[in-house]
C-alpha cells in the first residue's frame, strides 16, 4: 500500500518543527511504502492529491489543517485513493469529528495502519466542503482571520469579538427540500456535514457524515444574551437543544440574500454572493480512519 504525504508548510501555529523529517521517522517505524510532497501556492494540494491517486497511491494524507483536507479531498474526488489526515491546524475539524489522533506520531501510525469508510461531501455554488460551509458573521471573520498575518484560536477570538461589535444580519429566503422559509434574517446559516468548525465549537452536534443529509444551523440575530449561550452551545455540543439557534435538514438548499454574503468552505473564505445552491453528495469520498 503507497501513500503519499502532501505536507502544507505553512499550516497551523508550530513551524519550527522539522515535519517532513518526522514524518519520515514515523511512517518509516511504522514500516509503510510512502513518499513526501510540499505544496507550494494555493491549490496546489488538489493537484498533487490527483497526480498520487492516478499512479496508485492508495492513501493520500493531507498534512495540514482544514484548508489543506479540503484541497486533498477535491484531488480525490472520483479516484480510488482514500483520504487520510495528519491534523497540523489551528482548528482540525474534519480530523476531531473523525476522532484521529490529533498528535503527529498517532497520527501517522494510524494513515499506515487504516480501515477504510466513506463520507458525504457538499457544495455551495460549485465549491466542495467536506466539514462545514457557512454564510454571515463566520464568513466574515475567516476572511478577516485570513488578514490577520498571524493564526491560532486567540487570533480568531479576537477578530470574532472585534467584529461582532460591528457585525448586521441580512435579510434572507431560504428554501430547503421545497420547503420556503421567507422574510427570515442570517446572522450565521452553516451547512454542516460534520459536526463541528474545529477546536471542539460544536455547531451542528447531530451532525453524521453518512446520513446523505447536511445539518443546516440558523441563527437570524445575536443580541448579547443569546451570542453568550451560543458560545456555551458550541463549547458544550448542546446548541442544537437550545432555543439559539433552528436547526433544520436537507440534501438541498436554496438561499438567496438581500445583499451581498461572505461564504467560506471548510473555515476558507471564498468571496460574496446573493444567491447560494447548497447540495450534498453521499459518500463521494472514501476516508482512511
Given at each position: ?14 513551524r519550527?518543527?522539522d ?56 484531488g ?9 489526515i ?35 461531501a ?8 467536506f ?23 486567540s ?135
Amino acid at each position: 500500500m503507497r501513500i503519499c504525504f502532501i505536507l502544507n508548510p505553512t499550516s497551523g501555529t508550530n513551524r519550527t518543527q522539522d515535519v517532513p523529517a518526522l514524518l519520515t521517522r514515523y511512517a518509516t517505524a511504522a514500516g509503510a511504502d510512502f513518499e513526501i510532497q510540499l505544496t507550494q501556492r494555493a491549490g496546489h494540494a488538489t493537484e498533487l492529491a490527483r497526480e498520487a491517486a492516478v499512479v496508485g497511491c492508495r492513501v493520500v494524507v493531507a498534512v495540514g489543517g482544514d484548508g489543506t483536507v479540503n484541497e486533498v479531498a477535491r484531488g480525490l474526488l472520483g479516484t480510488e485513493a482514500a483520504l487520510g489526515i495528519v491534523p497540523r491546524g489551528s482548528g482540525n475539524g474534519l480530523a476531531r469529528h473523525l476522532r484521529l489522533p490529533l498528535d503527529l506520531p498517532g497520527a501517522v501510525r494510524r494513515v499506515c495502519q487504516p480501515t477504510f469508510q466513506r463520507m458525504d461531501a457538499g457544495r455551495i455554488n460549485g465549491h466542495w466542503f467536506f466539514c462545514t460551509a457557512g454564510l454571515g458573521f463566520d464568513a466574515h471573520v475567516s476572511k478577516l482571520f485570513a488578514q490577520a498575518g498571524t493564526r491560532g484560536l486567540s487570533t480568531y477570538v479576537k477578530v470574532a469579538l472585534r467584529e461582532y461589535r460591528r457585525y448586521r444580519p441580512t435579510p434572507v429566503q431560504m428554501e430547503l427540500e421545497n420547503q420556503v422559509l421567507v422574510d427570515t434574517h442570517c446572522y450565521v446559516l452553516a451547512f454542516a456535514n460534520a459536526a463541528q468548525y474545529g477546536n471542539n465549537a460544536y455547531i451542528a452536534p447531530q451532525a453524521n457524515i453518512q446520513d446523505g443529509l447536511l445539518d443546516v444551523c440558523l441563527i437570524d440575530a445575536l443580541p448579547m444574551l443569546r451570542a453568550v449561550r451560543v458560545g456555551v452551545g458550541l463549547a458544550l455540543g448542546t446548541l442544537a437543544t437550545s432555543s439559539s439557534a433552528a436547526y433544520h435538514t436537507s440534501r438541498r438548499i436554496r438561499v438567496h440574500a438581500a445583499q451581498p454574503l461572505g461564504f467560506h468552505v471548510d473555515g476558507d473564505y471564498v468571496t460574496d454572493a446573493t444567491d447560494f445552491e447548497v447540495e450534498l453528495t453521499p459518500l463521494a469520498l472514501e476516508v482512511a480512519v
